[in-house]
């Protein structure tokens, strides 16, 4: 379980017919923080959506955060626009 990277790791060897890809090559967007420090430990990138009443002392350790992904702007992260 969360923050264990394992669940990232898994997930990520189900893209591209399996191959393994590099960690830091996954987006992930999470809304906890044990996910956060989960998918940091996997070496993958974060993008946290946290829950608008969540203490600004659980906030952080994300490379990016936005109040919804309504918000996300893909270009930030290297990503074609929408």
């Known amino acids: 379980s969360k923050p264990d990277p394992e669940i990232f790791q898994v997930a990520a060897r189900r893209f591209e017919g399996g ?3 590099d960690p830091a090559c996954v987006l992930v967007f999470e ?3 044990s996910g956060v420090q989960a998918a940091r430990a996997a070496g993958m990138q974060v993008c946290h959506v ?3 009443k969540l203490e600004e002392a659980l906030r952080g350790g994300s490379y990016g955060e936005v109040r919804s992904l309504e918000e996300f702007k893909p270009e930030e992260w290297g990503l074609p626009a929408f």
């Open 31 to 33: 809304d906890a923080p």
């Open 19 to 21: 191959e393994v890809l």
């Open 50 to 52: 946290p829950d608008p």
